[in-house]
């Protein structure tokens, strides 16, 4: 790819990042816009699915006939809220150190930008009269930034991702290829009891004291998980938020925790809220009087094992070898995407992360990508665009 391109991959992160995208609220719209006019300038065509008010996916397309699989560059345009701590302008989009600085940059404007412009460089190629044998499509999502992951959903359900696609999510991966993600799922348990005087706590139901029950029990349940994964690890239950009671004189009718629980298989999201379940019975009836429902504050999210000996796979890890010189193996991560959501509803074993940037710089104050790094994602996403669309 020419630097012209690999420069530019640096100035429309620069751009893309300077529009807040943050979620919640969920304003994906103004980089919506942008992104359409960028395609559009380019001769690209672009539709656009709604998936709320006011937000909607993207989809773009070059090459090949409708019915054969897709290179799909499945990437999210939303981004968590700035937040605080922060001791640069979190979208200002500087570059000092060989790094741009700013909400987005790695998680991930950077990764969405190098799809991009590998887009516009497979168009210059057809431009040119190089006939496209496959198609190559960007996916811009909303809402993956929340426990629903709207965006991808909607796109599974238009049929923009197909089972038998190629799927890469540029999510920050350090530019190594990862094919396997863990099972993430959110609940609520909301215990009841019975209020009573603190003088007369016998008189009542403790709502706080079977919460807490839970909370240890799920600490030792995890503790005592031996099975690993390979490219996984272990099995995590983090309880996240607590909230109850209502007096300091009143024994605590009420009580509501959240909990985090990252799995490896065979665990499924049912053997995981079924965990949740006994453990929450077996806390209330340690304590007389009280109940305890289970609710799912998330989308179904299962493990994700793609794979990694596909010839999806075999593709990108050769163009990581001539394009940067990585020697690149399959790794797994502890959180979720796009792709991970798109391969658990369609089948789809070839839903694949690599992008630029560290997942360690996301979500935290001073969040950066290295120019570096940003350019070589773009050299690698143009020549795999190039190298799939060709059929070679």
């Given at each position: 790819?020419d630097?012209e391109f690999?420069d530019e991959?640096?100035a429309l992160?620069q751009e893309l990042?300077r529009?807040?995208?943050e979620?919640?609220?969920?304003?994906?719209?103004?980089v919506?816009?942008r992104?359409e006019g960028y395609?559009r300038?380019?001769?690209?065509?672009?539709?656009?699915?709604a998936?709320?008010?006011?937000?909607?996916?993207l989809i773009a397309?070059l090459g090949?006939?409708?019915d054969?699989?897709?290179?799909?560059?499945?990437?999210h345009?939303d981004?968590v809220?700035?937040g605080?701590g922060w001791?640069?302008?979190?979208f200002?989009a500087?570059?000092?150190g060989g790094k741009?600085?700013?909400?987005?940059?790695?998680?991930?404007?950077?990764?969405l930008?190098?799809g991009?412009?590998?887009?516009?460089?497979l168009?210059?190629?057809?431009?040119?009269?190089?006939r496209?044998q496959?198609?190559?499509?960007c996916?811009?999502?909303?809402?993956?930034e929340?426990?629903?992951?709207?965006?991808?959903?909607?796109a599974v359900?238009?049929g923009?991702?197909k089972?038998e696609d190629?799927?890469?999510?540029?999510?920050?991966t350090?530019l190594?290829l990862?094919?396997a993600?863990?099972?993430?799922?959110?609940?609520e348990a909301?215990?009841?009891?019975k209020?009573?005087?603190a003088?007369?706590?016998?008189?009542g139901a403790?709502?706080?004291r079977?919460a807490?029950?839970?909370?240890?029990s799920?600490q030792e349940?995890?503790s005592?998980m031996?099975?690993?994964?390979p490219?996984?690890?272990?099995?995590?239950?983090?309880t996240?938020v607590?909230g109850?009671?209502?007096?300091?004189?009143i024994v605590?009718?009420?009580?509501?925790i959240?909990v985090?629980v990252?799995?490896?298989?065979p665990l499924?999201v049912?053997d995981?809220?079924?965990l949740?379940?006994n453990t929450?019975?077996?806390?209330c009836r340690?304590v007389p009087?009280?109940?305890?429902?289970?609710g799912v504050l998330?989308?179904?999210r299962p493990?994700?094992l793609?794979d990694s000996?596909s010839?999806?796979?075999?593709i990108?890890g050769e163009?990581?070898?001539?394009?940067?010189?990585?020697?690149?193996g399959?790794g797994?991560?502890?959180y979720?995407?796009?792709a991970?959501?798109?391969a658990?509803r369609?089948?789809n074993?070839q839903c694949?992360?690599l992008?630029?940037g560290d997942?360690?710089?996301?979500?935290?104050?001073?969040?950066?990508?290295?120019?570096?790094?940003l350019?070589k994602?773009?050299?690698?996403f143009?020549?795999?665009?190039e190298?799939f669309?060709l059929?070679?």
């Amino acid at each position: 790819m020419d630097n012209e391109f690999l420069d530019e991959t640096v100035a429309l992160t620069q751009e893309l990042v300077r529009i807040r995208s943050e979620n919640p609220p969920g304003n994906e719209a103004a980089v919506a816009d942008r992104v359409e006019g960028y395609l559009r300038d380019l001769g690209i065509g672009v539709e656009r699915d709604a998936v709320e008010e006011g937000r909607d996916n993207l989809i773009a397309e070059l090459g090949g006939r409708g019915d054969k699989p897709a290179l799909v560059f499945l990437n999210h345009m939303d981004t968590v809220p700035a937040g605080e701590g922060w001791t640069r302008d979190p979208f200002a989009a500087e570059i000092s150190g060989g790094k741009m600085w700013g909400r987005g940059t790695c998680d991930m404007k950077g990764g969405l930008a190098a799809g991009l412009v590998a887009l516009k460089w497979l168009k210059l190629k057809a431009d040119r009269g190089t006939r496209l044998q496959r198609p190559v499509r960007c996916c811009l999502v909303v809402d993956e930034e929340c426990a629903w992951m709207r965006g991808v959903s909607t796109a599974v359900e238009r049929g923009r991702i197909k089972n038998e696609d190629l799927v890469l999510s540029c999510e920050p991966t350090s530019l190594e290829l990862k094919s396997a993600q863990k099972g993430a799922m959110w609940y609520e348990a909301v215990f009841s009891g019975k209020s009573a005087h603190a003088a007369a706590p016998e008189n009542g139901a403790d709502a706080i004291r079977a919460a807490a029950k839970m909370v240890l029990s799920l600490q030792e349940v995890s503790s005592k998980m031996d099975s690993s994964h390979p490219l996984l690890g272990k099995t995590t239950i983090v309880t996240s938020v607590i909230g109850g009671g209502s007096k300091t004189n009143i024994v605590a009718d009420a009580c509501r925790i959240e909990v985090d629980v990252r799995f490896i298989p065979p665990l499924g999201v049912s053997d995981v809220r079924k965990l949740l379940e006994n453990t929450a019975d077996e806390a209330c009836r340690g304590v007389p009087g009280t109940s305890a429902t289970i609710g799912v504050l998330s989308v179904d999210r299962p493990p994700i094992l793609s794979d990694s000996q596909s010839e999806g796979a075999k593709i990108i890890g050769e163009i990581l070898r001539e394009t940067i010189g990585v020697n690149s193996g399959s790794g797994g991560v502890s959180y979720y995407s796009d792709a991970g959501l798109a391969a658990a509803r369609t089948g789809n074993r070839q839903c694949f992360l690599l992008g630029p940037g560290d997942i360690a710089q996301a979500h935290g104050p001073d969040e950066f990508v290295e120019i570096g790094e940003l350019k070589k994602a773009a050299a690698v996403f143009g020549r795999l665009a190039e190298r799939f669309a060709l059929g070679k």
